[in-house]
T-cell receptor
Framework: ETGVTQSPTHLIKTRGQQVTLRCSSQ?????VSWYQQALGQGPQFIFQ???????GRGNFPPRFSGLQFPNYSSELNVNALELDDSALYLC??????????????FGPGTRLTVL | AQSVTQLDSQVPVFEEAPVELRCNYS??????LFWYVQYPNQGLQLLLK??????LVESINGFEAEFNKSQTSFHLRKPSVHISDTAEYFC???????????FGTGTSLTVIP
């Protein structure tokens, strides 16, 4: 069983550009969440996808968008990049446990630097 | 929305000494609680979780955490730390009405030889 994978590992972009980050979820997990982790901070929830539909969104502007594919892999797209978008972007796949809570498994992250 | 507070941003502790990393959350609604560990340049690894049942939960590497509903806390403890425990530790909360995770700002644990 493979874990959550993300690509690329590192990325450098300039202000105003667009970026696409990719995530492959863990086998059997149909829910994917994306988080932004700025330096020295905890992860902040961007949005979640469940069976190809957005299923919750945090306090991020519309230029942050996403997709989930039939195989449950996912993309995070960010348009009109700003310097403050520089962060580690984490993908987490999850499943609903028998006790009612979700358990999330995180990928290694993509480090985005905006110059 | 939940607010998660990790009161200590940095905790230095000598090897083989005990340690407690504190975590408080804002709401008294039913929640699920997690501790994650993050090593440099890596993603988050689940350390332990509370979903229901016993309020004391343990990890395989000697950490434990106790859910205290009245104090809305989920403090992490280890009786004797090792050098390899040096890492960033994040407390996270999700509500039973949804699956969004709310994270604290993290506690950097440094184990001193």
């Amino acid at each position: 069983e493979t874990g959550v994978t993300q690509s690329p590992t590192h990325l450098i972009k300039t202000r105003g550009q667009q970026v696409t980050l990719r995530c492959s979820s863990q086998s059997g997990h149909n829910t994917v969440s994306w988080y932004q982790q700025a330096l020295g901070q905890g992860p902040q929830f961007i949005f979640q996808y469940y069976r190809e539909e957005e299923n919750g969104r945090g306090n991020f502007p519309p230029r942050f968008s996403g997709l989930q594919f039939p195989n449950y892999s996912s993309e995070l797209n960010v348009n009109a990049l700003e310097l403050d978008d520089s962060a580690l972007y984490l993908c987490a796949s999850s499943y609903l446990t028998s006790l009612g809570g979700y358990e999330q498994f995180f990928g290694p992250g993509t480090r985005l630097t905006v110059l | 929305a939940q607010s998660v507070t990790q009161l200590d941003s940095q905790v230095p502790v000598f090897e083989e000494a005990p340690v407690e990393l504190r975590c408080n959350y804002s709401s008294s609604v039913s929640v699920y609680l997690f501790w994650y560990v993050q090593y440099p340049n890596q993603g988050l690894q689940l350390l332990l979780k509370y979903l229901s049942g016993s309020t004391l939960v343990e990890s395989i590497n000697g950490f434990e955490a106790e859910f205290n509903k009245s104090q809305t806390s989920f403090h992490l403890r280890k009786p004797s730390v090792h050098i390899s425990d040096t890492a960033e530790y994040f407390c996270a909360v999700s509500e039973n009405t949804g699956n969004q995770f709310y994270f604290g700002t993290g506690t950097s644990l440094t184990v001193i030889p």
